[in-house]
């Protein structure tokens, strides 16, 4: 997923604000300044100290470092789902089982990724119920607003902390769990919201999600 406008904040260490790691390259003045006022926040408050003011909204280096460093407490904010009815794909039927939101997500490792958006994990549980086996690329899957924008799947955030193989064919009888990973605006989770998967049709299986 390559950065936009939005502000998208690749971490390549969590403990990097805490002056853990070492980075090749020098910070700029400006994001040096922030980061060091975070470490003193997050000394302050380890002491007993209660939180300042958040980050100046309006600068966005400034608020993508505060939710950085807010990433180890953060909890994923789940979605009830309306229903968990299986949907066909061809063969393959797709059942939903959950829905979350959250600013920061962490892989196996130190590597991490934070949106001032917020990355939409959606999970499925998916088995080929018909005779023969079945493809489905789901590398094309999206999430659908109420308002009909489209959003394709974040594809750094999938490598990082979704499911990695995406598009292959499905044996008889195979199933399997997935975790699909789209990165969208707060104001795109509600009702109405899909989550659209392509057919060999061409047409595109909905599946509710709000």
Known sequence: MSPSPRGL???LCAAALLGGCKKEEQPAPTEDRTLEKLRQEVDRVNQGGAPTAAPDETDPNSRLAGLAAGQDQERPRTYALP???KVKVDTLALRPTGLESLHSLRGTGKVALTTDELFLRVTLDAENVG??????PFSTARVVDAGGKEYPLARDAQTLAGTRTL?????SAQSESMDLLFEVPPAAIGPGMSLLIPTSSGESARIPLQ
């Open 9 to 11: 904040a690749v971490l």
């Open 83 to 85: 229903s968990k009815e």
């Open 131 to 136: 005779p023969q086996s079945v493809y489905v």
């Open 167 to 171: 598009d292959h064919t499905w044996e």
